[in-house]
C-alpha cells in the first residue's frame, strides 16, 4: 500500500505535459487504484453481511432446539417475524417478550394466531404474559425532535432478563436516544433493552438496536423497537 501511494505521489509530481500515452498510463493507475479500493470495500461489506446472517440463523436454530419448538410454532415465529424490522432476527421473538407481543399485534391485524400455539411459546420460551408494557416515551410534539438529557440509564444486551449495567443518557426521542457505551462493549446491529426515569415515569428494559457508534465507539445512538408499524414510538 505504501509503494502505492509513493507511485501515485509521483505521477501527480510530474509534469502532465507529457505524451498521450503517459497520460493515459497515468489516468489508468488512478482510476485503477480508486476502483480496487471500492471493490475491496463492498467485497468487506458482503463477507461482514454473510458472517451476520450465518450468525442470525445459527442463532435461532439454536433456540428453536433449546426450547423445542413444534413445526408449527416455528412456522407461526417465521410468519411474525416478517413484521420485524429486521426479519433475519427473527430469533428476537422468543428472546424479548415486548417483540413478541408487538409482533404478534400487527400479525393478529391480518389473521387471528392460533392462541394454543402463542401460549405454548410463551411457556416454553418462559416469556411471562404479564409483563407490563412499557409506555411511550413523551418527549415533544414532533416525534422525530431530540431532547438534550443528563440521566442515569441501564443497558444490558437483549437477552438478560433486565437492563443492569449503569451507563449516562445523553438526548432523547420518541424513537430512540444517545447513550453511553460500557467499556466500549457494544457496536452497530447489537440488540439491547434499556431502561431510564423520566418526569417521573419509569421506562423499563425497552427492546433496542443499537443503530451506530460515536466519539471513538464511546457513545451508542440507539433506536427503540423492532417491530414495523405505525404506531411504533
Known amino acids: 500500500m505504501e509503494r502505492t501511494f509513493e507511485i501515485l ?3 501527480f509530481s510530474r509534469d502532465l505535459r507529457t505524451s498521450p500515452l503517459e497520460t493515459g498510463i497515468f489516468l489508468a493507475v488512478v482510476f485503477g487504484f480508486f476502483g480496487i ?5 463492498l467485497m468487506k461489506r458482503r463477507k461482514e453481511k454473510k458472517h451476520l446472517e450465518r450468525l442470525h440463523r445459527e442463532k435461532w436454530d439454536e433456540l428453536c432446539e433449546k426450547y423445542n419448538l413444534t413445526e408449527q410454532e416455528i412456522s407461526l415465529l417465521e410468519e411474525a ?14 428472546t424479548d417478550y415486548q417483540i413478541f407481543q408487538n409482533a404478534m ?7 387471528a394466531p ?3 400455539l402463542v401460549s405454548s411459546i410463551l411457556r416454553k420460551s418462559g416469556m411471562t404474559e404479564h409483563v407490563q408494557k412499557t409506555p411511550p416515551v ?6 422525530s425532535a431530540r431532547r438534550a438529557v443528563n ?24 424513537g430512540g436516544c444517545k447513550i453511553e457505551n460500557p467499556d466500549r462493549r457494544f457496536k452497530a446491529g447489537d440488540d439491547v433493552k434499556v431502561s431510564f426515569k423520566l ?8 427492546p433496542s438496536e443499537v443503530v451506530r457508534t460515536g466519539a471513538g465507539a464511546r457513545t451508542l445512538h440507539i433506536s427503540f423497537g423492532h417491530v414495523k408499524k405505525s404506531t411504533q414510538t
Open 81 to 94: 417475524a416478517q413484521y420485524l424490522k429486521t426479519p433475519a432476527k427473527k430469533y428476537l421473538l422468543i
Open 114 to 116: 392460533d392462541t394454543k
Open 9 to 11: 505521489k509521483e505521477l
Open 151 to 174: 440521566i442515569s440509564a441501564k443497558l444490558a444486551p437483549i437477552e438478560h432478563r433486565t437492563a443492569h449495567i449503569e451507563v449516562r443518557m445523553f438526548n432523547l426521542s420518541a
Open 138 to 143: 413523551q418527549i415533544q410534539r414532533r416525534r
Open 105 to 111: 399485534t400487527e400479525l393478529t391485524d391480518q389473521a
Open 199 to 206: 418526569q417521573n415515569k419509569e421506562y423499563r428494559d425497552i
Open 37 to 41: 479500493l471500492v471493490i475491496a470495500n
